[in-house]
């Protein structure tokens, strides 16, 4: 398991080494110049010409990447070209919030899907299994930017149960150590923001969670169906197992594998689901900030980004299959 | 594992299941437990976040929305005006030559970290942008200075309270680029704390103090109570980023905030109709054009933004032979119906343009006569052009709303259909933006949708700027119909260094009338500026330079 763990952190080199380059190439191939950007409409040649040779963009791309590289293996991502900020620090900002996002939205898809797919495995062709099928069906083809809007109207306008976007209400006193604001309103006690916090959590993780919630209890239901036929079932119930003890001990473990599968694949998606969701609840997160840094052919900042989403993909997909080993012993990696 | 373990198990589930539904329900329920508020704090959402608070290094207005909080000028813009009126300069000096200005301080002004405002911040703040050598020049692009202070040649310190700028040639427009944003007064001392970082710890002279800047989600600000012309009424004033035109919205709707930019027009019935809203509509300065390309380029070898003897004039890449011709040019003119434009691509919130400067600026020619709509006299003019059965061209159309075109795709294909009428058949082109711009500035289109926001409410900025021969430069130009009219850019020359306003005026409408004859654009129309705010807010105006002061503002 370590030797596999090891293995697993070494394959993460080449990976990261290949998405930059593709990234690199890519977003320099794009049509469109940072520079131009920058200074708008009233730009002279020379401030133009002294701008792309400040950040090294007169350069050839292998010379540029290679500097990018080296600059890395330092530590050190570069500037925005248009923030002049670190670009580490303009990603350190947001990531917490879009991992907070991701957190509690994944956190919803699981809850309402393993539960809905259950008990629609459970009950198959009730009247409850067709509703929550229809129901994920409807999940899956909702477009996020309008779900995000229909639960602003409703829960906020409305019904002015909930915040309408942001992370927290602005007049509360808040004290920033972690980024992560759960994790910071805990640490500093502090109540009131940490109900202000997980309030401007909900609609937005609905939101973003629909979808997962939607794939996760389809995935479970056709996974429990599959087990409930297997034979060690039958031997269960023939063994005089009462049904929710066939279920709940013995059916669900065996039908996770798949889900979890699910799970995790979903986690590295909802990153970039984000980018739909924070734009419409004003979330500060690496969605949007990735987006605007496409549009302003902001180079280091695009490549930065897209360091930080592959290392998260890679690492929750080892995740992922460590867990596997967790839930199913057949499953080891020696 | 025994019954015992699935028995917690589903005891665990079935807990955490209730208690994420009580979570739910009980925060849903209750309203956040807000201290009760005695401060007045205005919330106000912006479509972006700022690039920079550093006032000389910026060129968006989401950053010069909150740089005009905390810093000054050493003159200012009058309330709701681009006239100019004493800031942190009390008075000053022009030589009769023109080239020489001498201000004077105003004595007990106080930057935000305690320092005293003196000639020593003004020199300062000018030097680290125009001298290289000056040691925080290598901390900004200062992307304005080239473009509308290169004619400052140095500014230097008299006394502790006089300073003297001296300009390489006459500039009747540089008064006004003095209250602009760019050379607002930063205080020395903290940009020797900061360095490289002092774009995002700024301090300046302004009514609000900055506080904290959370990026893409809000900068606040807090009343200085120091400031020279007295504390503000407002405690603090937030600047929250909400990107979503509908999610603005839906939060002032909500009361999450008290103010909000850029409204859809589509949602201005629904505004008027709320009675806790109100709506501000102010003239903007801005012009949306169509420019056919005449042709005349020229490389500006040496660099000084004029055309000389030894520049050559070539050939855009986009030459294209009818719009050489007059005729041509005014027949597009006839052709293209803008008041039905204004009316339902602009939703009614501007204002048919018939020059190429918004109406209330100084020299505006209202003696034009716009060119009606009438398809008829367009066939005729093409048809003594030579071109009776039309022609075919691209059409090139910019690829995103700007304050002065607020949907140039559905504007683009309505001008297709008018011109089709008159048998010119266009085919519509579109690219990124910032390749678009690169390549209108590089003369590669026939013809294009363009515009122009003002920078400083001078004329010059308007008219030399987008219509003078000197800025067809091949890749930078401002001139994108690539005009040449030298008779039109002797008279903008002139025009820049006469300081006498109404000879100054004379000269910019004996331009326009020129330029109405030569017909090288279509001035569609001046967009307004638009802006919301909750009842309760009092004393906001909107400013034809589209800055926000939120001094004189009060909340109730």
Redesign the interface.
Known sequence: MKWYIIKRLLQIIPVILGVTLIAFALIHL?????V?????????????DD?RAKYGLDQPLYVQYFIWLSDVLQGDLGRSI????QVTT?IG??FPNTIELAIAAMLFAI?IGV?AGIISATKQYSVADYSVMGLALFGISMPVFWLG?ML??I???FL????????I????PFQ?LTGFMVIDSIITLN??AL??V??HL?LPAIALGTIPMAIIARTTRSSMLEVLRQDFIRTERAKGLSE??VI??HAIRNAMVPVVTVIGLNFGLLLSGAILTE????W??VG??VVDAV?A?DYPLVIGCILVFALVFVIVNLITDILYTFIDPRIHYD | ?G?V??KN??AG?LA??VC?IL??VS????T????P?T?K?L?FACAGDA??LDPA?V??GESTARTDSIFEGLVEYKEGSAEIQPCLATSWIITPDGKNMTFTLRQGVKFHDGTDFNADAVVFSFERQYNTSHPYNQYG?W??W??MFSDIQKVEKIDNYTVKIVLSRPNAAIMTSLAMFTVAIVSPTNAETWK?DA??NPVGTGPFKFVEW?????I?VEAFDDYWRGAPKLDKV?Y?????P??RL??I??G?IHGMEYPDPASFDAIEADADLKLLTAPGMNVGYLAMNNGYGYN?TN?N?MHDQDEAWVKTPGYFEPFTNKSVRQAVNYAINKTSIVENLYKGTAIVAKNGMPPFMLGWNDAIVDYPYDPERARELLTEAGYANGFNTTFWVMPVSRPYMFDPSKIGEAIQAYLEAVNISVEIYQ?????Y??KT?AGEHPMCLLG?TGDNGDPDNFMN?LYGANQC?L??A?NVAFYNNTEVQDLLSQALQTYDVDERARLYEEAQVLINEDAPFVYLAHANQNIIFTKNIQGFVLNPTARYFFYPVDMT
């Open positions: 794009a049509p469109g110049d940072p131009r950007t920058m200074l708008g409409q009233h730009a002279t040649q020379m401030e133009i701008i248009l923030s002049h900020e303009e900002s947001r809850l539960v809007i602003m109207m829960f906020g306008v002015g149960w909930l915040p309408i976007g942001g992370r209400d602005l007049l509360l920033r109540g009131a109900i202000s997980l309030r909900i929710r003890k709940y001990k734009t419409v609840f004003s500060p997160g949007r900030l549009y052919r | 594992m019954s373990n699935a198990m589903k589930v955490t299941i994420g979570l739910i925060l849903s329920g209750c956040d437990n807000t201290p508020v401060e704090v919330i690039d920079k290094d060129t968006d692009e992307a304005y080239g473009y490289e774009f995002k959370i990026k893409d989600d809000h606040t937030i929250r980023v909400i990107t979503d509908s999610a839906l939060a709707q909500a999450e500006d660099h933004g690219i990124d933006w910032s390749t711009l690169a500035q122009w700027v430069t890749g930078t401002g």
